[in-house]
């Protein structure tokens, strides 16, 4: 018979302690993005005028974070092996992610450009939760980004275990390759569980448990975002 020996205790471990580390690394992260909205931006006679000129700060960290991701570890998975003759391979990807950042950021001050306010009080909250509103397009996929790096592999791991199982004539391998088609199903999959179930979730969420304005979602998104982002290049132990 098979007792509670066969039961990888470890691994047990590391999923229980994700309920523990999630919650309290993306909270202090978003807390600590929160706190900064509020020093430089809330808490100020023109909060209109700030949040047009220091939103576009958050929308680089959004681009540099996702293109730090991408190079130091998506990339390799499609064999492309980036080298700006920079020194380390940290060093090229954190020069070339602050200039995509650069470029995301002057793509949202763009956007930005073309908010103006409503209405005769300039500074109402609808009008400053309109700026934050811009920023919350770039949140969003940096969210959709993170997602899928940790989740759609969830999905898409027993599809690339049996394809290689397959392909190899029935011989069970302890690493599995991954062809390209079987990452377009789980991006496709998850794209049709948002349009189709997800936005239940996220009614729920951002109404029915805290009522969520732009200010704060972007927080909560960017967040959640570099939190399960980190998890996935180094390994931590999250749930997203």
């Known amino acids: 018979g098979i007792s509670v020996d066969a039961v990888a205790w470890a691994k047990v471990g590391t999923i229980a302690s994700s309920w523990v580390v999630s919650p309290l690394l993306s909270g202090t992260i978003a807390f600590g993005l929160f706190v900064s909205v509020q020093y430089l931006i809330l808490d100020h006679e023109d909060p209109f005028a700030r949040a047009k000129r220091f939103v576009p700060m958050y929308m680089w960290l959004v681009g540099f974070m996702i293109s730090m991701v991408t190079l130091l570890k998506g990339l390799k998975h499609i064999g492309i092996d980036l080298d700006l003759g920079m020194g380390s391979k940290f060093v090229n990807a954190m020069v070339l992610s602050a200039f995509i950042g650069l470029a995301v950021s002057a793509l949202g001050a763009l956007l930005l450009h073309r908010i103006h306010a409503a209405g005769r009080d300039v500074n109402s909250p609808a009008n ?57 199903v789980g991006a496709v999959g998850i794209v049709i569980g948002l349009a189709t179930y997800g936005w239940r979730v996220i009614q729920t969420i951002g109404r029915k448990i805290t009522e969520l304005t732009p200010s704060r979602g972007f927080a909560a998104e960017l967040a959640a975002a570099s939190t399960v982002v980190l998890a996935s290049a180094t390994g931590l132990p999250i749930s997203t």
């Open 128 to 184: 400053i939760e309109r700026v934050f509103g811009v920023l919350m397009i770039f949140t969003a996929c940096s969210m959709a980004f993170a997602h899928g790096s940790n989740d759609v592999a969830n999905a898409v791991g027993p599809l690339a275990a049996i394809v290689s199982t397959v392909q190899s004539g029935g011989e069970v391998s302890s690493k599995a390759g991954l062809p390209w088609w079987v990452l377009a």
